[in-house]
C-alpha cells in the first residue's frame, strides 16, 4: 500500500456509499482524471456500510466483505488510495487491509474504543467534527488516537454544527482551531449543509451553498477539501440533498484551487 502524505492541498471525494462497483469506478475514473488535470491529490471516499441512517428502511450499503471487494477494483483499476467509514472497532483490521484512510463518522468520534482500534491498524485515521462539539473538545479526540499510536497519521474534518432543530452552521474559526492541534484540517463542503431528518425519514440539504462554504473554508485555511458526489445525486441511495453533481466537480475545484493560489 502506497505511503500517504497529506503535506500539500488534497481532495477527498466520492459517493456516501458504495452503491455498486459500477458506480464507485465509474466515479473514481472521473476523480483521477481530475486530480491529474490539476495535479491534485484525490482519495476515494465511499462507505460499505452507513449505520447512522435516519431510518432502518434507507440504504446502508453492501457490508463489509463485497464493500471493500468494490473499493479494492477502484484502486486496482485508477490508483486512487480509499477511504471509508468505520463504525464497529471489530471490523478495523478487515477495512486496514484494503482502505488507505478510516474515517470515524462524526456521531462516533467520541468513541474510545472505536478510536483506538482505527490508530492500531497504523492507518490514517479521518475524525469527522461531531456536530454537537465545540472544535476545540476535538483536542481529547487527538490525545486518544496519538495515545493509542496514531501520532502523525490524524486528519479532523469540520462539517458544521447543530443550530436549533434540522439545521447545521460552520463556524469557520474552528479551522485555525483544529489546525492548533498539528494535525491536517480536511472542510466537509456537502455534509455542511445537511439538513438531519430534514425529510422526516431521511435527511435533506441544500447544495447550492456547497461552492461557498467550499471556497469561505479554503480562505479560512483548510488543508484538504472533502466532497460528497454523484452522477445524479437525484437518484443517489444515501445523502442525495447534499451532493454535488459529478459534472459540476471540476468548476469546484479550480474555484478552491484559485482561492487558495490566491491567500498562499
Given at each position: 500500500?502506497?505511503q500517504?502524505?497529506?503535506?500539500?492541498?488534497?481532495?477527498?471525494?466520492?459517493?456516501?456509499?458504495?452503491?455498486?462497483?459500477?458506480?464507485?469506478?465509474?466515479?473514481?475514473?472521473?476523480?483521477a482524471?481530475?486530480?491529474?488535470?490539476?495535479?491534485?491529490?484525490?482519495?476515494?471516499?465511499?462507505?460499505?456500510?452507513?449505520?447512522?441512517?435516519?431510518?432502518?428502511?434507507?440504504?446502508?450499503?453492501?457490508?463489509?466483505?463485497?464493500?471493500?471487494?468494490?473499493?479494492?477494483?477502484?484502486?486496482?483499476e485508477?490508483?486512487?488510495?480509499?477511504?471509508?467509514?468505520l463504525?464497529?472497532?471489530?471490523?478495523?483490521?478487515?477495512?486496514?487491509?484494503?482502505?488507505d484512510?478510516?474515517?470515524?463518522p462524526?456521531?462516533?468520534?467520541?468513541?474510545?474504543?472505536?478510536?483506538?482500534?482505527?490508530?492500531?491498524?497504523?492507518?490514517?485515521?479521518?475524525?469527522?467534527?461531531?456536530?454537537?462539539?465545540?472544535?476545540?473538545?476535538?483536542?481529547?479526540?487527538?490525545?486518544?488516537?496519538?495515545?493509542?499510536?496514531?501520532?502523525?497519521?490524524?486528519?479532523?474534518?469540520?462539517?458544521?454544527?447543530?443550530?436549533?432543530?434540522?439545521?447545521?452552521?460552520?463556524d469557520?474559526?474552528?479551522?485555525?482551531?483544529?489546525?492548533?492541534f498539528?494535525?491536517?484540517?480536511?472542510?466537509?463542503?456537502?455534509?455542511?449543509?445537511?439538513?438531519?431528518?430534514?425529510?422526516?425519514?431521511?435527511?435533506?440539504?441544500?447544495?447550492?451553498?456547497?461552492?461557498?462554504?467550499?471556497?469561505?473554508?479554503?480562505?479560512?485555511?483548510?488543508?484538504?477539501?472533502?466532497?460528497?458526489?454523484?452522477?445524479?445525486?437525484?437518484?443517489?441511495?444515501?445523502?442525495?440533498?447534499?451532493?454535488?453533481r459529478?459534472?459540476?466537480?471540476?468548476?469546484?475545484?479550480?474555484?478552491?484551487?484559485?482561492?487558495?493560489?490566491?491567500?498562499?
Amino acid at each position: 500500500m502506497a505511503q500517504l502524505a497529506f503535506d500539500r492541498f488534497f481532495l477527498i471525494a466520492g459517493p456516501c456509499a458504495v452503491e455498486s462497483r459500477a458506480l464507485c469506478l465509474r466515479v473514481a475514473r472521473e476523480l483521477a482524471r481530475l486530480g491529474r488535470a490539476h495535479r491534485l491529490p484525490v482519495v476515494f471516499k465511499a462507505s460499505y456500510d452507513k449505520a447512522n441512517r435516519s431510518s432502518h428502511r434507507s440504504f446502508r450499503g453492501p457490508g463489509l466483505r463485497r464493500g471493500l471487494e468494490w473499493l479494492r477494483a477502484v484502486k486496482e483499476e485508477t490508483g486512487l488510495p480509499v477511504l471509508t467509514d468505520l463504525h464497529l472497532p471489530s471490523e478495523a483490521e478487515s477495512a486496514a487491509e484494503v482502505a488507505d484512510v478510516l474515517q470515524i463518522p462524526a456521531f462516533l468520534c467520541r468513541q474510545t474504543d472505536l478510536l483506538v482500534a482505527a490508530a492500531k491498524t497504523g492507518r490514517w485515521v479521518n475524525v469527522k467534527k461531531g456536530q454537537f462539539l465545540a472544535p476545540e473538545e476535538m483536542g481529547n479526540v487527538v490525545a486518544k488516537l496519538r495515545h493509542a499510536g496514531a501520532r502523525g497519521r490524524t486528519l479532523l474534518t469540520e462539517r458544521g454544527a447543530c443550530f436549533g432543530y434540522g439545521n447545521l452552521v460552520v463556524d469557520f474559526r474552528s479551522i485555525p482551531i483544529l489546525r492548533s492541534f498539528g494535525c491536517p484540517v480536511v472542510f466537509d463542503a456537502t455534509h455542511s449543509v445537511q439538513r438531519p431528518g430534514g425529510l422526516g425519514d431521511r435527511s435533506g440539504g441544500d447544495a447550492r451553498f456547497i461552492p461557498t462554504l467550499a471556497r469561505a473554508a479554503t480562505a479560512a485555511g483548510c488543508d484538504g477539501l472533502f466532497v460528497e458526489t454523484h452522477p445524479d445525486p437525484s437518484r443517489a441511495l444515501s445523502d442525495g440533498p447534499n451532493m454535488i453533481r459529478l459534472r459540476d466537480l471540476p468548476r469546484l475545484v479550480t474555484e478552491v484551487l484559485r482561492v487558495r493560489a490566491a491567500v498562499g
